[in-house]
Each structure stands twice: as C-alpha cells, then as structure tokens.
C-alpha cells in the first residue's frame, strides 16, 4: 500500500508561482503513473496533470497547459507540480493521485492524497 502526502499549497497572488510535492511511502511507486487532480467545493474532482511512470509521458487540462509542469524524482519517492503563472480559477484543493490509467473519457485512480489548499487572490 502507497501512502501519499501533498505540501506546497497556500495563498498566492495572480501571477505567482507555486511548486506542489506529493511524497509517497510504504511500497515504490516507481512503477505507477501519477497525477494531480483539483477540486473545488460543489464541483467534481478534475484532471490537472499525468506522467507516466518513467515520466517519459507527461499530459495536461488545456486549462493548465503551458503553465503547470508535472514532474517526478523516483529516487526520492516524489512528484511534484510546478505551478506559474496562477489565476483565480485555479485555486481548488489538488489532489495526488497514484496507478492512474486514462480511458478515453475518464480517470482511473488507485490511490489518493489527502489534498493540499492552493488558493489565488487577484
């Protein structure tokens, strides 16, 4: 079993940047495709981000392409989510998530974080 912690949320400005950690314990999870998922209160939870277990595969929302970085250091059981350029849209609770498979229109996910509060002031 993964046991998954998120840190690096708080509060920003628009325009700011913030890297989100999210380290895994109990087994490896180098084997594992990972993820970043964000939710905000009344709405389900959406995709931010994947890569793939070797991070050779990386795959972003639209609305974060081009200013979210998802990345992973398997030596030291992390992935992290670098974050530039935020908006007030993006502000949510984000999730780590871990054994994610895509499907054609849907996530599949083993195993999550307990989230961690980003939230962006304008």
């Known amino acids: 079993q993964v046991h998954l912690v998120e840190s690096g949320g708080g509060l920003v400005q628009a325009g700011d940047s913030l890297r989100l950690s999210c380290e895994a314990s109990?087994?490896?999870?180098?084997?594992?495709?990972m993820g970043w998922f964000r939710q905000t209160p009344g709405k389900e939870r959406e995709f931010v981000g994947y890569?793939?277990?070797?991070?050779?595969?990386?795959t972003y929302a639209d609305s974060v392409k081009g200013r979210f970085t998802i990345s992973r250091d398997n030596t030291k059981n992390t992935v992290y989510l670098q974050m530039n350029s935020l908006k007030p849209e993006d502000t949510a609770v984000y999730f780590c998530?871990?054994?994610?498979?895509?499907?054609?229109?849907?996530?599949?996910?083993?195993?999550w974080g307990q989230g961690t509060q980003v939230t962006v002031s304008s």
């Open positions: 998530a871990g054994r994610v498979i895509k499907y054609s229109t849907t996530w599949s996910v083993g195993y």
């Open positions: 109990g087994r490896t999870f180098n084997w594992d495709a």
């Open positions: 890569i793939s277990w070797s991070g050779g595969t990386t």
